[in-house]
């Protein structure tokens, strides 16, 4: 395949009851007039965690009930701060913010898995050194060892390589130790690649593509064959989806499923599901990215897409436009058993009255999905993450705000937790 020099100019970011932490604001009105669409979908934001100094570089999110209590919590990655940080939700549902770990250069993903084999969960986190281009050798991946009190210590496994963005761990060789995959954004130079686990602390890097610009390297039985295959979404102008089909014993054999041919596409997050419940994983994936060029905008074909997997190759279906869009999660929201998508915006139009930082596209069981807009403001929502707050059954979501680029920026807010609104008993407005 020819590639041509990257351009200098080319650059895509990382990629993906009433809840009042100690420092955050009190609750505000609804995001939109409650239930003004057919689904009943509302939403209050609550402004959690201490208030940005300066600006709010939150990189990533995850919702996960980290300490095993039974109430969901958010680990989360400051790039402003380098730190990683735990709102850790208290009895009465109050999120209180604690950093787990500081000093780490620019975290720019956060997952977790058990990786020492001690039944708690580790965390998982790459290191870009800087958020801005670098072709220099700088990053990083940590693992955040869990001492089962939710005690932390870093560990720095592998380090002096191009800047990554995502870490997932999975048993690619079979042998019983969970090895890693890695997507390293690099700028000029990057590349994917997964970590051997050797089983002694020791992490032995191989490297799978060489192209820059890789956001997510996600893990998961795409082809069926019983072991973990690699899918990465790679930006840049490349603005390809490759696989990696692992054959066992680590032996992986690349596929190229899909590429743009618009070199400013945008590319911005993948997930891996089986949105149609056919029994095999799907590609869904969104295109929002708009740092291509100065200053930064949204792009007129910025929206939602996924894959089909056939099960004898993956069919590209259009979802819907969705301007500047980075955060996505699939989820049933309206609860008729077809999975929705939930998603939010960075690289929008801010000074539109049209500039949705929210919407949810929802889907009427033969796959075609109409666009609900949710909220105006925080606007530059780079990250969202799904959970039940208050144990109500209904999904809550909650967002991370990147102020790094594209002006005018609404709020010095670093986390939004938006709270389900219960539709009315008789479904009526």
């Known amino acids: 395949m020819v590639r041509s020099t990257p351009s200098p100019l080319v650059f895509t970011i990382l990629a993906a009851g009433l809840f009042l932490s100690g420092c955050g604001s009190d609750p505000s009105t609804p995001a939109t007039d409650p239930f003004s669409n057919p689904w009943g979908l509302a939403f209050t934001p609550h402004t959690v965690g201490e208030a940005a100094t300066g600006t709010a570089w939150i990189a990533n999110l995850l919702v996960i009930d980290l300490d ?9 990655c400051d790039a402003h701060r380098n730190t990683i940080v735990w709102l850790h939700q208290q009895p009465d549902g109050t999120l209180v913010e604690k950093v787990l770990a500081t000093g780490i250069p620019a975290p720019a993903h956060v997952s977790a898995h058990d990786m020492t084999g001690n039944g708690h969960l580790d965390l998982l986190i790459p290191s870009m050194g800087t958020l801005f281009p670098n072709d220099e050798p700088i990053g990083a991946v940590y ?7 939710q005690n932390f210590t870093p560990r720095r496994i592998i380090d002096t390589v191009a800047r990554p963005t995502d870490v997932q761990a999975a048993d690619f060789t079979g042998n019983g130790l969970p090895d890693l995959a890695v997507a390293h954004f690099g700028y000029h130079e990057g590349y994917v690649s997964w970590l051997e686990n050797h089983g002694d602390g020791r992490f032995e890097l191989h490297r799978l593509l060489d192209l820059s610009g890789t956001i997510h390297a996600r893990v998961g039985d795409v082809t069926g064959n019983g072991h973990p295959d690699i899918v990465a979404l790679v930006s840049q102008e490349w603005e390809e989806i490759h696989l990696f089909e692992n054959h066992g014993g680590g032996r992986f054999e690349g596929h190229l499923l899909w590429g743009s041919g618009n070199e400013d596409y945008g590319l911005s997050h993948l997930v891996l599901v089986d949105f149609n419940r056919n029994g095999r994983l799907d590609i869904v994936f969104s295109n929002g990215d708009g740092m291509d060029y100065g200053p930064p905008h949204s792009r007129p074909w910025h929206g939602l897409q996924w894959l089909e997997n056939t099960g004898e190759g993956f069919t590209y279906h259009r979802i819907g436009d969705y301007a500047g869009v980075y955060g996505l999660a699939v989820l049933d929201l309206t609860g008729d058993g077809y999975l ?27 796959m075609n999905f109409t666009p609900v807009p949710l909220a105006r403001e925080p606007t530059h929502l780079v990250t969202l993450g799904v959970g039940d707050f208050n144990g109500n059954g209904l999904t809550d979501f909650v967002t991370g705000t990147l102020n790094a680029f594209n002006q005018p920026h609404s709020t010095t807010t670093r986390f939004t937790l938006w709270e389900r609104l219960p539709p009315p008993p008789d479904g009526s407005p």
């Not at 915006?345 to 033969?366: C, E, Q």
């Open 68 to 76: 095993g209590d039974g109430r969901d919590d958010i680990v989360a």
């Open 143 to 149: 693992i955040l060892e869990n001492d089962g009190r």
């Open 340 to 366: 929705d998508l939930i998603c939010s915006s960075v690289f929008n139009d801010w000074t539109r009255p049209d500039a949705w930082s929210v919407k949810a596209f929802i889907n009427d069981g033969a």
